[in-house]
Nanobody, 116 residues
Framework: QVQLVESGGGLVQAGGSLRLSCAAS????????MGWHRQAPGKQRELVAL???????EYADSVKGRFTISRDNAKNTVYLQMTNLRPEDAAVYYC??????????WGQGTQVTVSS
């Protein structure tokens, strides 16, 4: 069983910054991908960013250049540093852990609100 504990969500002004954190606990395998998805009201859940155990990253075009994903393998923690936030970034952000042999796991979601 895996638990993903997220933190860092909240309200931020447009143009501001926010950092999300997600710590995984339980049966964590060495080879895994961690990342973030988001879902705004009335919209489909979309990929925001991913990072594998080797540090290879992937970003949605809409956040490229503004968001940075990183991880601490020793802590099984993934971070999302968000800068120059826009109202369109407002959504519930979900942490995800994807293990080749261990299944996919999701956090409970954390609300990010961006005011204009």
């Amino acid at each position: 069983q895996v638990q993903l504990v997220e933190s860092g969500g909240g309200l931020v002004q447009a143009g501001g910054s926010l950092r999300l954190s997600c710590a995984a606990s339980g049966t964590i395998l060495r080879m895994n991908t961690m990342g973030w998805h988001r879902q705004a009201p009335g919209k489909q859940r979309e990929l925001v960013a991913l990072i594998n155990e080797g540090g290879t990253t992937e970003y949605a075009d809409s956040v490229k250049g503004r968001f940075t994903i990183s991880r601490d393998n020793a802590k099984n923690t993934v971070y999302l540093q968000m800068t120059n936030l826009r109202p369109e970034d407002a959504a519930v952000y979900y942490c995800v852990l994807d293990q080749i042999i261990g299944g996919n796991w999701w956090g409970q979601g954390t609300q990010v609100t961006v005011s204009s």
